[in-house]
């Protein structure tokens, strides 16, 4: 056990709608990154938070958008969902030593 | 750019054998940070690693080794006498060096089978 939590495990909805992905990081870890990992694109870092304020930017999508509130708690918002964005998202986190500690992830499945 | 290539894309072994993955890397930066991830059939991702660019030290854990060159940017990782525990899925990852802004740049993997 990592000590990184997400919610849901999985989640399965229709095109066009919008998801909200949970993740609440270790004890003390500021940090919190997130990833998509799906069959043809491996796995892709999405954007990183660091305290409250993004960080780093990486393969996100403008459907996309994130948010690390002052509990450090992030959530992860997909909007205007397509086949595509099935996939499983990681969330992970570190403290300043840079070791990142992964979530079990949550698979999306976009019908 | 910065790019990570793992060649493998699978591997297979019969338990006991030794075994290396290779791990090729591109960057224009002269400081950053190279990581190892183990993904079992579970899917979680289990962090194994993490090397600066000043330390080319090798490192040994248990029966893993990552032996790092500069010289050929290569972070390759032994697994000696392979289990068949060591089945998964293994990526090779380099980011950023500050600790607080990192962009993540992951290989595509290298699946590994150790057959009994």
């Known amino acids: 056990d990592s000590g990184v939590t997400q919610t849901p495990k999985h989640l399965i909805t229709a095109t066009g709608q919008r998801v909200t992905l949970r993740c609440s990081p270790r004890?003390?870890?500021?940090?919190v990154y997130w990833y998509q990992q799906s069959l043809d694109q491996g796995l892709q870092f999405l954007i990183q938070y660091y305290n409250g304020e993004e960080r780093a930017k990486g393969n996100i999508l403008e459907r996309f958008s994130a948010q690390q509130f002052p509990d450090l708690h992030s959530e992860l918002n997909l909007s205007s969902l397509e086949l595509g964005d099935s996939a499983l998202y990681f969330c992970?986190?570190?403290?300043?030593?840079?070791?990142?500690?992964f979530g079990p992830g949550t698979r999306l499945t976009v019908l | 750019a910065q790019k990570v290539t793992q060649a493998q894309t699978e591997i297979s072994v019969v338990e006991k054998e030794d075994v290396t993955l290779d791990c090729v890397y591109e960057?224009?930066?002269?400081?950053?940070?190279l990581f190892w991830y183990k993904q079992p059939p579970s899917g979680e991702l289990v962090f194994l690693i993490r090397?600066?660019?000043?330390?080319?030290q090798n490192e040994i854990s248990g029966r893993y080794s990552w032996n790092f060159q500069k010289s050929t940017s290569s972070f390759n990782f032994t697994i000696t006498a392979s289990q068949v525990v060591d089945s998964a899925v293994y990526f090779c990852a380099l980011s950023d060096f500050s600790n607080t802004g990192n962009q993540f740049y992951f290989g595509t993997g290298t699946s590994l089978t150790v057959i009994p």
């Open positions: 090397r600066n660019s000043f330390d080319e």
């Open positions: 004890s003390g870890d500021l940090s």
């Open positions: 992970a986190s570190s403290a300043d030593t840079g070791e990142q500690f």
């Open positions: 960057t224009r930066d002269t400081t950053y940070y």
